[in-house]
Structures are given as C-alpha cells and as structure tokens.
C-alpha cells in the first residue's frame, strides 16, 4: 500500500475542498478500513472520516460531521474527502491512511489519533482564511 494525498491548498472560509488519496500499489482484500485525519500545529491529530469497505460504512468526527462527506472509488483505488463550510479551525495538514487489519467495529472508533493505522499518506495542507 502507498498512499498519496493531494487537492490540499488554500481556501477562503466558507468554502469547500476535495482532498484525494490514491493507492498507487495494489492490493486485494476483502475488507480494510481506510481514513482521513487531520493535525494542525500544536494540536494532536484526530480522525476527521473513515470508511470500511468491506460494508462501505462511513464514519466522521464530530468535528466535521454533516460538512464532510468521505468516498472511494473502487476503479481507481481512490478515497475522497469533500467538506464544505470551512472555517479556519479546519486549517490542518491532512492525512489518509489505511490499514488491512483493522475490522468494522475498530474502524467506527473515532476517537485516537490513528496510530493503529498501519500505512499513511504525506500529508497536504489546508489552510482556510
């Protein structure tokens, strides 16, 4: 698994972002939970979304929850993350990650920083305004 983030940049409040996360390495399971969290300086990271694709459920935090919407594209092995209504606690570098280990029940647990996640992305900066 290689994870490759990208569509971060700047945005004025009140605005809207779709982040994308491409798996550049394929692989095949049949279930793996994969996510969208968030670290702005000085803070700890935290969940923003995750899905389980084994079920396709979809999970937020509380923070984002109703203004975020997480998506993958089986075809092209790509998750997405649109939110809209931004503000600027929403500026944070952005992160995605999976994890082939981690069943349905595990995935629903938004809170923790994801630490359990085994594979991550680089990372891209939102910064709203």
């Known amino acids: 698994v290689q994870l490759v983030e990208s569509g971060g940049g700047s945005v004025q409040a009140g605005g809207s972002l779709r982040l994308s996360c491409a798996n550049s390495r394929q692989y095949t399971y049949s279930g793996f939970c994969m996510g969208w969290f968030r670290q702005a300086p000085g803070k700890e990271r935290e969940g923003v979304a995750r899905?389980?694709?084994?079920?396709?459920?979809?999970f937020y935090g509380a923070s984002v929850k109703g203004r975020a919407i997480i998506s993958r594209n089986e075809a092209k092995d790509t998750v997405y993350l649109n939110m809209n209504k931004l503000t600027p606690e929403d500026t944070a570098t952005y992160f995605c990650?999976?994890?082939?280990?981690?069943?349905?029940?595990?995935?629903?647990?938004?809170?923790?920083?994801?630490?359990?996640?085994?594979?991550w992305g680089q990372g891209t900066q939102v910064t709203v305004s």
């Open positions: 899905l389980y694709s084994g079920t396709g459920s979809l």
């Open positions: 990650a999976a994890d082939l280990s981690i069943g349905r029940r595990r995935c629903s647990e938004m809170q923790g920083d994801g630490s359990d996640f085994r594979y």
